[in-house]
């Protein structure tokens, strides 16, 4: 399938913490692209509200436990949130928010299984193709975001990085002219970068 | 939240959104990726979206030829996607790019919605720059409150009136009644004079408490409608270097103002006042020297406060004339003075020296006059005041430039007859005098004597000359983005040198200044009303641009430099700059045309 006609889902969690089995989803940040065009105005941003509260991490995301106890819990949005994501899931270090994501759906009854896109692991591809290996650090989001020359205007907020992550994409398939779907995803396979020192 | 948001909120016009048309404009909003080369709209369609730049750059073509260049912040395929017309461009993208595409829809509904934001652009699509630069400098200028305050505001009471018949003593009685300094003298509601604590010492000597107010007042009055800035009020008063003006309601007097009341408001600027006063009294040349040199700082501090061009260069010219008046009466017997007159050439004789002052003068001589040793002491006096020497020596301590009028007549001539490369520069430098001291008539014989030597040939050397350089598209071409545009070579002297070759054409070389001429021109018939006032506008713009850019230096002690670099300006700037140079562009197309410079000289 040509890329132009793909669709993806850029997407970006907070979470109480690493831990797949233990931690909640706090909040999730989605950015829908058909093809390479980042439909901003599909924009999508959600507290959730977490069976438990690690108050650490809350206070990292700058998230406050008012507006969480406010906020739906997973299983009322799981219906739209499904819906909200079609396609192919991007994002950095997309592996762990997708473990965290089929958690919660499976909690909820639903069976949740979509393609990856780790935009770091399309950077190593690419730095593969052009003889350039780049290290743990380069990959991060961060990083990727400076030598992609996109301001960092508000890091760590979820739709914010989800955002990031979907132009630094377009910009790694632009210019690299890369056309087809399977042909990225196969490559991918072969490239596994992604430990939780990317997370944050 | 999201960072195309951010983006917009940092950028002229769409810094004036609220937040609610901020996230209409983000919630109706696409990002896209074009590769160099490729297309992203075509000529003749109709565009479904705003684009504004990201990243990269954008050339729009008509045809093969390359229009417009646009880059980060800036904005394209407006027109098209708010009038749902077919483009008259194609879009290209020449690098990888990537475009914000805002629905036309979400963004017609703001710009309906948003006053401020629908001005941005609708001024710039009927080029009216000036209200267009204003409302980049709102903030700035209601600091300044010079521009922005009317004068009315500066009225506190009610106008106190008497009659020319009046006695002194009945008028100093009303004076007194009311507490003030001064009564108008009116004529039925007509003011025919003012009558101040200043004029009693001329009562106190020649009359009594029993004369005519209407032999001691001062007259004419010196009247500003209430709706006239301060800024005005202050010209005028040093125009007229009187200390009350008259505020009228249309008809009727509303109120006296003082110079005082005027300085008040004028802060720092008053200090150039202040500065002209000391101009007047100086009684040597250190002096003047130092009133020269404040009044640059001063001026500076005013043009980056966001005064205007035309408003600044009129208040400089009368400081200007003052010192060279003061220095020629030094070094002139007072009786001479009917039989020669000193000339300003160049952009002095044009009125528009502001920063960037040097001598460009010349002297007509009558019978008699100042020998060349004169002229030279007066060069070298203003040399030491802090004017320095015209570097090509147009000056009237230069034998070529020191003429009787008959010489001067038959320069012109042999100018006109042989348009010479030199002769064209001899011109273009020559067509532009002004009077500063002396007997003016002789200059007006003079121009009554070019106006008959005039030969087409000549006109046609010079719109030839004037459409020589033509600005380079998208202002910093595609590869020269890093070097920077000079201002005056593709902005101020085409328009400069072009109105000339008109004004020469319609035999009307009384009007020296640049702005007068294109309104005379534009009065006469000459000129199309659209094409004057984008002509306006464009000059304008153009001179403001380059006199903030030599503010700055002057403040920071640089040199002044007419280059001005892209990443120096805002995109507003950017916006209207390259706007003005199409302006520039087509009076060049125009010129050429109408003198017949197309069919080759």
């Known amino acids: ?200 | 939240m999201i960072p195309p948001k951010e983006f917009l909120r940092r950028i002229k016009p769409f810094s004036f959104l609220r937040e609610e048309h901020l996230n209409a404009l983000t919630g109706s909003l696409d990002v896209a990726m074009y590769g160099a080369g490729e297309v992203l709209f075509s000529k003749d369609e109709v565009c479904p979206f705003v684009f504004l730049v990201f990243s990269g750059l954008v050339g729009l073509y008509d045809g093969d030829e390359l229009v417009d260049l646009v880059s980060k912040g800036e904005i394209f395929g407006l027109l098209s996607a708010l009038h749902r017309t077919p483009s008259y461009y194609e879009a290209r993208a020449l690098e990888d790019t990537i475009c914000y595409l805002i629905d036309a829809e979400a963004f017609e509904k703001v710009y309906q919605a948003h006053s401020a934001f629908a001005s941005f652009f609708s001024t710039f699509i009927e080029r009216r720059f000036r209200s267009f630069a204003r409302l980049a400098r709102q903030e700035e200028s209601m600091q300044d409150g010079a521009t922005t305050v009317l004068v009315e505001s500066l009225v506190g009471k009610a106008p106190v009136t008497c009659a020319p018949g009046n006695s002194v003593r009945e008028a100093v009685s009303i004076m007194d009644a009311h507490g003030v300094g001064s009564v108008v003298v009116v004529e039925g509601e007509k003011p025919v004079g003012i009558l101040t604590n200043r004029d009693m010492r001329r009562v106190l000597v020649h009359g009594s408490p029993e004369s005519f107010v209407k032999d001691f007042m001062s007259t004419p009055v010196i009247t500003l409608d209430r709706q006239a800035s301060v800024l005005e009020a202050y010209t005028t008063l040093l125009r007229t270097g009187i200390d009350h003006l008259v505020v009228m309601d249309r008809d009727r007097v509303y109120g006296v103002v003082t110079s005082k009341d005027v300085l008040a408001q004028m802060e720092p600027s008053s200090s150039i006042l202040a500065i002209y006063r000391k101009v007047l009294k100086a009684v040597d040349l250190d002096e003047l020297k130092s009133a020269f040199h404040a009044i640059r700082v001063a001026v500076s501090e005013m043009a980056l406060k966001g005064v205007h061009f035309y408003q600044l260069s009129q208040m400089i010219t009368s400081v200007y004339d003052t010192v060279v008046i003061r220095v020629l009466q030094k070094h002139t017997d007072p009786h001479e003075a009917k039989n020669f007159v000193w000339i300003h050439t160049g952009s002095s004789g044009r009125k528009e020296q502001i920063l960037t002052t040097d001598q460009d003068s010349a002297i007509i001589c009558g019978t008699a006059g100042p020998c060349l040793d004169a002229a030279e002491a007066v060069t070298h006096s203003l040399e030491s005041v802090g004017i320095p020497r015209c570097p090509a020596n147009y000056m009237a301590s230069n034998p070529r430039w020191h003429l009787s009028f008959d010489q001067w007549k038959e320069n012109f001539r042999q100018w006109f007859l042989e348009p010479t490369p030199d002769h064209v520069r001899y011109l273009t430098v020559f067509l532009d005098m002004r009077a500063v001291y002396g007997n003016g008539q002789l200059l007006g014989r003079l121009l009554n004597a070019i106006h008959e030597s005039v030969t087409n040939q000549a006109v046609r050397f010079l719109a030839y000359d004037a459409a020589l350089h033509e600005p380079p598209i998208g202002i910093f071409g595609i590869k020269h983005r890093d070097r920077g545009l000079d201002l005056k070579k593709y902005g101020i002297y085409p328009i400069a040198n072009g109105i000339r070759v008109m004004i020469l054409a319609n035999r009307m070389l009384s009007v020296t200044n640049t702005r007068e001429r294109i309104e005379a021109l534009r009065d006469a018939g000459a000129l199309g009303k659209d094409t004057a006032g984008d002509l306006l506008e464009a000059y304008a713009f153009l001179q403001d641009l380059r006199l903030r850019q030599q503010a700055r230096a002057v403040k920071q002690g640089r040199s002044e430099a007419n280059l001005i670099m892209a990443d120096q300006l805002d995109k507003m700037d950017l916006l209207v700059l390259k706007e003005s140079l199409k302006v520039v562009a087509s009076f060049q197309k125009n010129l050429k045309a109408r003198y017949g410079v197309d069919r080759g000289l």
């Open chain 1, 1 to 200: 399938m040509l890329l132009s006609e793909a669709s993806f889902v850029s997407v970006d969690l907070e979470t109480t913490g690493l831990d797949v089995r233990r931690d909640d989803i706090i909040a999730i940040a989605l950015v829908p692209m058909d093809g390479l065009k980042i439909r901003v105005r599909h924009a999508y941003y959600t507290l959730v509200k977490p069976r438990k509260y690690r108050l650490q991490t809350m206070k990292y995301h700058g998230i406050d436990l008012e507006s969480l106890q406010e906020a739906p819990p997973f299983e009322e949005i799981a219906q739209d949130l499904l819906a909200r994501c079609q396609g192919i899931l991007l994002g950095h270090c997309v592996h762990i928010d997708y473990q965290f994501l089929r958690r919660a759906f499976k909690a909820a009854g639903i069976r949740f299984e979509r393609d990856l896109v780790d935009i770091a692991e399309v950077e190593k591809w690419i730095g593969q193709k052009t003889s350039h290996r780049p290290n743990c650090d380069e990959l991060s989001l961060d990083a990727l975001i400076r030598r992609y020359g996109l301001k960092e205007h508000y890091r760590h907020h979820a739709l914010a990085d989800a955002f990031f992550a979907a132009q630094i994409f377009q910009i790694q398939m632009t210019r690299h002219g890369i056309p087809d779907v399977h042909h990225l995803l196969n490559q991918l396979r072969n490239q596994k970068v992604c430990d939780t020192p990317f997370l944050f």
